[in-house]
């Protein structure tokens, strides 16, 4: 039984660029979240989604960020136009339910913006 | 608004050792709190999962308890080993904003062969 797989691992892009970020949860798995982890700072909740919903976006900056869960497929959260603050570790976890069960992390993608 | 602390910030210890690990949370209103670990690169995996409801979660050599009402939560590493060389993350699940958990900074712990 697979994790949560992400990919990529590695992300360079520059100043400008679009940043794709992956992630496939675990099987059975319907509820996924976005961390980002910024160099000397905590882990800070970015969305959470439940297929093709979004339920909680709180984290998530107003302006380039955006996230998506569809019916097939990955979830993939999009960074348009990335700056050099972007630069940090993103991390995918998933559920089996929203509050009873423990979150599975993927390995993250770490993105660099040069 | 949750905030999660984690003391102390870095550890280290001879190997054999005992250990306990801090967290406290300003807000009792939870649904759950996981105790993670993270090697260096990596992401995070899951140690511990306390619901609310209770007062402590074991398995092996980890030992965690809740007390709610306090706000606090310890994570007990015994017979310590090089192996566990790892930061530990505590994170709160929020009530009301299930499945958003807070995290603390962590403790970056270091065992000594």
């Known amino acids: 039984n697979a994790g949560v797989m992400q990919n990529p691992r590695h992300l360079v892009r520059r100043r400008g660029q679009e940043a794709r970020l992956r992630c496939s949860p675990m099987?059975?798995?319907?509820?996924v979240y976005w961390y980002r982890q910024l160099p000397e700072e905590g882990l800070k909740f970015m969305v959470y989604?439940?297929?093709?919903?979004?339920?909680?976006e709180s984290g998530m900056p107003k302006e380039r960020f955006s996230a998506e869960f569809p019916k097939e497929g990955p979830s993939i959260l999009r960074i348009q136009q990335v700056v050099r603050g972007d630069s940090a570790a993103y991390f995918c976890?998933?559920?089996?339910?929203?509050?009873?069960?423990?979150?599975?992390f993927g390995n993250g993608t770490r993105l660099t913006v040069t | 608004k949750q905030e999660v602390t984690q003391i102390p910030a870095a550890l280290s210890v001879p190997e054999g050792e005992n250990l306990v690990l801090n967290c406290s949370f300003t807000?009792?209103?939870?649904?759950?709190l996981q105790w993670f670990r993270q090697d260096p690169g990596k992401g995070l995996t899951s140690l511990l999962l306390i619901q609310s409801s209770q007062r402590e979660q074991t398995s092996g050599r980890l030992n965690a308890s809740l007390d709610k009402s306090s706000g606090r939560s310890t994570l007990y590493i015994a017979a310590s080993q090089p192996g566990d060389s790892a930061t530990y993350l505590c994170?709160?699940?929020?009530?009301?904003?299930?499945?958003?958990?807070?995290f603390g900074q962590g403790t970056e712990l270091s065992v000594k062969p």
């Open positions: 989604l439940q297929k093709e919903n979004i339920i909680d």
């Open positions: 807000d009792s209103a939870i649904y759950n």
């Open positions: 976890a998933s559920s089996l339910d929203r509050v009873n069960s423990p979150l599975h």
């Open positions: 099987k059975g798995h319907s509820h």
């Open positions: 994170a709160v699940s929020v009530y009301n904003q299930g499945g958003k958990l807070i």
